[in-house]
Structures are given as C-alpha cells and as structure tokens.
C-alpha cells in the first residue's frame, strides 16, 4: 500500500527528471514515454504560438521530441529537461515559419471561441479582439512571440531567451516594443468605448 | 537591477489570452500526440538499448579477458624474474627436491626459496658470502 500522499518538491521532481533522462539515454522507451507526457503540451502551445496553425505545430512537436532524444548525450546532467526541449521546438518552428514565409504560405490563425454575454458586450470584446488581432498582425515576429510567450504562455524572460535563442535583453527590448503597441490600442479602445 | 519590464501585466495578458487562440483548446487529441511521439522514437530508442546490451556484455567480457590474460602472464614459465624462487643457481628451473640436494650455504638456500631478486643479493650469494 502506498504511504501518505506527501507533495512532490520541486527538487524531488528535479531529480525524478533526471533519472527519466538517464533512462531515457539508455533506450528505456516507458521514461521517453512519461517525458512526452509531461512536456508535450506546453511544447505543443508553444509551437502554436509560432505557427499559428494545429498540425504544423503537432508536426514541429513530433519532430522536436525526436530531435532532442538524438541528441540526448549532450543533454547537461543537473538542468532542467522542459526549457532544453522546447528550446528545440521553438527552433524548429522558427525555421518552417520562415520556409513558410518563403512559400508565402502563411496561414491564417484559427478562430476564437466566445463566452456568454450581452450582444452589445460581445460587439465590444469581438472588437477589442479584433484591434487587437490586427496589432498583433502588424508587430514584427519577434515582438509578437514574446509577448504571447510571456503574457499568454506564461514563460519567464530567461525561458523565451533560451527558446528563441536570444540574450535577455533583446527579450525585454522586444518585450518593451510589443507592449507599447498594444497597450495603445488598449488605451484607444478604452477611451472610445466609455 | 530590479527587472520592472519581466513584471506581467494582467490586463494586457488578459485581453490578448482573448484575442489569440489557446493552444489547448485546438482540438488536439493528446493521446494520438503522445502516440506518435513515442512512434517516432521507437527506432532510436530500440538503437539505444541494443548499444547499451552490447556496452553491458563487452566490459565484462574484457574485464575477464584481462584477469586471463595476466594469470597467463604470471605464469609464463619463460618470465625473465631474476629473483624467482624456483630459478636454480645455474638459471635452469629447479624443483624444491633439487634445491635440497643442491650443496649451497643456508644464506644461499634461504634466498633462492624467499626469491630474493636484488642483484645485489644474488651477487653476494654468488660470491659466497652468505645472507642476502
């Protein structure tokens, strides 16, 4: 019988990882299995993120887990295994963006869903959405993943760093840009609306 | 340097968690996700434990080799070791019997069965002078 159900410590949860990793080194596919499980769905919001598109992103994220399980020997002993693989990932989905951006291919992002409301409510929200929509459109790639990534997502500004490759400061200047733009639309719509 | 821009700004997360698209509610099938992640992985991972079943059986297979191959080292019969004890006066091999009968002084028999291996030692037995 189990003993008492004590909660997992972050350093415990650390270490756990880290016997899943060495397992999975040695070709264990029950701990290349739980990783998936652990890890597949942030991976998979942030290649959304990037895409803007489901399949894209399931494929980027398929191929992001089998990038990192190659390379799984150079993996660091001792780091954080989330942040290294989505670091993959979000490569990943830089680089088919920009092969996508070349094709002009670029799709449109899927459709929200809406809650209930009053109709004139959700005229003003579909409109705030929709300016927003469009400011978002118009930032430039890079301002735009890291806004979603740290204001949506809910990465840090060390995180999007690693996974977009950048140096801290560039994701706070990045950070700074993004959020003046929006929050003037916020402020338009505000004004007009009250 | 405190880090006001790493600070979150909940109306803005908010109104853009709105305005874009949650990746969770994409319809994804998460098991079908999880399937084909670890389809994609078989090979490798099958690749990984064969190399590993193969590292397990050859370092014990060349730990052994090297205990063999240094037993058989030790006891090679031709081992140039001056001070071996069953190495006669005349450097023929000698049984314990011959060394017995042999006429040397005790020091001389003393050193030959101890294999004493100083030259040394030798010269002194082979100049008679007794101990080692």
Do not use: C
Request: net charge negative; no cysteine.
């Amino acid at each position: 019988m189990k003993a008492s159900a004590r909660p997992v410590t972050a350093r415990e949860a650390d270490q756990d990882e880290a016997r899943l990793v060495e397992a999975v080194k040695a070709g264990n596919a029950a701990a290349f299995d739980e990783l998936a499980g652990r890890h597949m769905r942030r991976a998979f919001g942030v290649a959304y993120r990037l895409l803007g598109q489901r399949q894209d992103a399931e494929d980027v994220v398929q191929e992001g887990f089998l990038a990192a399980l190659l390379k799984i020997d150079s993996f660091e002993r001792g780091r954080p295994f989330g942040p290294w693989l989505l670091r993959i990932v979000a490569n990943r989905a830089i680089n088919l963006r920009k092969a996508r951006a070349l094709r002009h291919a670029d799709p449109i992002p899927d459709g929200m869903a809406s809650g209930g409301e009053s109709p004139a409510e959700a005229a003003q929200r579909s409109e705030l959405r929709r300016e927003l929509q469009n400011a978002l459109e118009q930032l430039p790639d890079e301002q735009r993943w890291v806004v979603e990534l740290f204001e949506i997502d809910g990465f840090t500004g060390p995180e999007i760093a690693e996974m977009l490759e950048m140096a801290e400061g560039t994701v706070r200047w990045h950070l700074h840009g993004a959020r003046q733009t929006l929050r003037t639309v916020l402020a338009h719509f505000d004004v007009r609306t009250r | 340097m405190t880090d006001e821009l790493f600070r979150r700004d909940p109306e803005l997360g908010a109104a853009l968690a709105e305005a874009t698209a949650d990746p969770t509610n994409e319809g994804v099938d998460w098991a079908e996700l999880r399937r084909a992640i670890n389809a994609r992985a078989s090979l490798e991972l099958t690749r990984r434990r064969a190399r590993r079943r193969r590292v397990l059986i050859a370092i014990p297979a060349s730990l052994a080799a090297g205990i063999a191959l240094f037993v058989l080292v030790s006891r090679a019969p031709g081992r140039s070791d001056l001070g071996a004890p069953a190495n006669s006066v005349a450097g023929t091999e000698t049984s314990i019997d011959e060394l017995l009968d042999a006429n040397v002084s005790d020091g001389q028999f003393r050193a030959l069965l101890s294999g004493a291996d100083e030259a040394n030692d030798l010269l002194s037995i082979a100049a008679g002078e007794g101990q080692p």
